[in-house]
Nanobody, 121 residues
Framework: VQLQASGGGLVQAGGSLRLSCLAS??????MAWFRQAPGKDREFVAA????????YYAESAKGRSTISRDNRDNTVYLQMNSLKPEDTAVYYC?????????????????WGQGTQVTVSS
């Protein structure tokens, strides 16, 4: 089972990015996005169940980010709008094979390699 994240880049404040996470080799009950800024702990951004019926966002992401998925190609997306310099971080997708949405990174068993998002002021 593998997760492959992509879509990061350099964007100006106020801009948008869409991150993608391709899941291969298995299915997941929950998919999530986390991020880690330099010198900080990894933090939860957003998560959804595989059916897409439930979604949960960190306060910092509410109103600016949308998590979604395309079951046809096993890809989960994170659309981020109105980006701020404080959103600069390495973004990771993560998956749980069973269970429900969790916000702790310790609850996720599978991780993508991370994709860098840099927001300039």
């Amino acid at each position: 089972v593998q997760l492959q994240a992509s879509g990061g880049g350099l964007v100006q404040a106020g801009g948008s990015l869409r991150l993608s996470c391709l899941a291969s080799g298995g299915t997941f009950a929950v998919m999530a996005w986390f991020r880690q800024a330099p010198g900080k702990d990894r933090e939860f951004v957003a998560a959804m169940d595989w059916r897409g019926s439930r979604k949960y966002y960190a306060e910092s992401a509410k109103g600016r980010s949308t998590i979604s998925r395309d079951n046809r190609d096993n890809t989960v997306y994170l659309q981020m709008n109105s980006l701020k310099p404080e959103d600069t971080a390495v973004y990771y997708c993560a998956g749980r094979r069973q269970g429900f949405i969790r916000t702790s990174d310790r609850e996720y068993d599978y991780w993508g390699q991370g994709t860098q998002v840099t927001v300039s002021s």
